[in-house]
């Protein structure tokens, strides 16, 4: 296990929002909250009624719990760091909140890979869609994803635990990454920086490339259909996917793929605060607002409570 000389680490969180504490810790907290009922809400209204018992939804509830996962591995301590300014948690948990929000992240890029997928299927092939993409293949799919993705990180884990850590104990940043963690070592980190490397490669890149190829193949056909209302149709069942996949694999891309010497910190941290904070906070609105059979659902679980009472 790893070797250290110290048993907490401090967090140095944000720099000169002294004057902004308050009203910083209140849109995260609101922001926090609304993520967890949203995404909450997600499952809930796929579970309960029987017109989302489709992939699409199956899938979409997988991704609310990793939304949710995200967003309590990291928000709390956010919140804590932005009320107190600085703030520390023990080794073990810096740790555990790596492994977890590791887990959701890759997770969450396999689960928008098999959803790109789905979309194809429904799009492209629509008549062998319910033969080929049923729901015993669903939650294989979603088995898989979160199967692989606990591998995948936990393999990385356990290469920073082999790692030295001397200090100093100090982070700036707010909450436990991989570049945190890295810094903190004072042995050498090659193997474990070659194997983030070959995991970005895995996750983020060979997914995005079938995102790509699925849409380029779901373009061409929506293209072929003659009547616009026909277009419109089809681009819309694929429309909330696709604006998520932009936002998430854009912030992702540009946080762990691209150059980072010339970032400064402030820019890495509003990149972080993209995926982790944002994005699990917009994916409720996205499917919700943009969703009928959502919307349905909602209307007809509030109306039969109403008729109850």
């Known amino acids: 296990m790893y070797k250290r000389n110290f048993t907490t680490i401090l967090f140095l969180g944000f720099h000169n929002v002294d004057t902004f504490n308050l009203t910083l810790f209140i849109v995260l907290l609101i922001i926090y909250i609304v993520t967890v009922c949203g995404n909450l809400l997600i499952i809930v209204l796929v579970f309960c009624s029987k ?79 319910g033969s080929i993409m049923n729901n015993a293949v669903c939650f294989k799919f979603i088995f898989a994803s979160w199967l692989w ?20 104990n100090e982070v700036d940043h707010f909450f436990c990454d991989l570049n945190a963690l890295v810094q903190l070592s004072c042995s050498d980190a090659s193997i474990v920086q070659m194997e983030s490397i070959l995991l970005s490669i895995h996750v983020i890149v060979l997914p995005f490339l079938v995102i790509v190829i699925s849409y380029t193949y779901i373009v061409s056909t929506i293209l072929k259909i003659s009547s616009f209302s026909g277009r419109l149709k089809c681009f819309s069942t694929c429309s909330s996917h696709l604006t998520m996949v932009s936002i998430f694999y854009g912030t992702l891309i540009a946080m762990y793929m691209l150059p980072n010497e010339g970032q400064s910190h402030i820019l890495t941290k509003i990149l972080v605060m993209l995926y982790t904070v944002f994005t699990p906070f917009s994916n409720p609105f996205i499917y919700s607002l943009r969703n009928k059979d959502i919307k349905k659902a909602l209307r007809n679980i509030v109306f039969r409570k109403r008729v109850t009472i």
């Open 149 to 168: 993705g606990c591998s995948l990180v936990l393999m990385l884990t356990l290469s920073i635990c082999q790692l030295q850590f001397c200090g100093p």
């Open 51 to 129: 017109t989302l018992h489709s992939p699409m939804y199956l899938f979409l509830t997988q991704l609310s719990v990793t939304d949710i996962m995200l967003t309590t591995d990291i928000s709390p301590n956010m919140l804590n760091i932005v009320l107190h300014e600085q703030t520390t948690i023990s080794f073990s948990g810096c740790i555990t909140q790596f492994y977890f929000s590791a887990l959701s992240l890759v997770s969450e890029c396999f689960l928008l890979t098999v959803m790109s997928y789905d979309r194809y299927l429904a799009i492209c092939t629509p008549l062998h869609y």
